[in-house]
């Protein structure tokens, strides 16, 4: 059975910083991409970052690009977001997926209920 489970969101500040992580089941966590991506009110879900299944190589949107580290332990089945400069527009629930790129755009695959930013000014 695959399973996400987010967690550490919270309500920060703006410029503050938050460490998201996920706890990810399904045997093939680890030969898996895997990836963050949000939902902002009335908005689509929307690709964050990504790691391959080695961690050597990321991928980020442009939006946080610079803000944001994405990393993960294969060996606890974890991936983590580092989100450092946070603005106001980074609110969003934020989930985590394993992820792949089809037609220009990253897609996650089984969702959890994902963790609440919420960045005041």
């Known amino acids: 059975q695959v399973q996400r489970v987010e967690s550490g969101g919270g309500l920060v500040q703006v410029g503050d910083s938050l460490r998201l992580s996920c706890a990810a089941s399904g045997r093939t966590f680890s030969t898996s991409t895997m990836g963050w991506f949000r939902q902002a009110p009335g908005k689509d879900r929307e690709f964050v970052a990504a790691?391959?299944?080695?961690?050597?190589?990321?991928f980020y949107a442009d939006s946080v690009k610079g803000r944001f580290t994405i990393s993960r332990d294969n060996a606890k089945n974890t991936v983590s977001l580092q989100m450092n400069s946070l603005k106001p527009e980074d609110t969003a629930v934020y989930y985590c997926?394993?992820?792949?790129?089809?037609?220009?755009?990253?897609?996650?695959?089984?969702w959890g209920q994902g963790t609440q930013v919420t960045v005041s000014s």
């Open positions: 997926a394993g992820a792949r790129q089809s037609g220009g755009r990253w897609i996650g695959d089984y």
């Open positions: 790691i391959s299944w080695g961690g050597s190589i990321t």
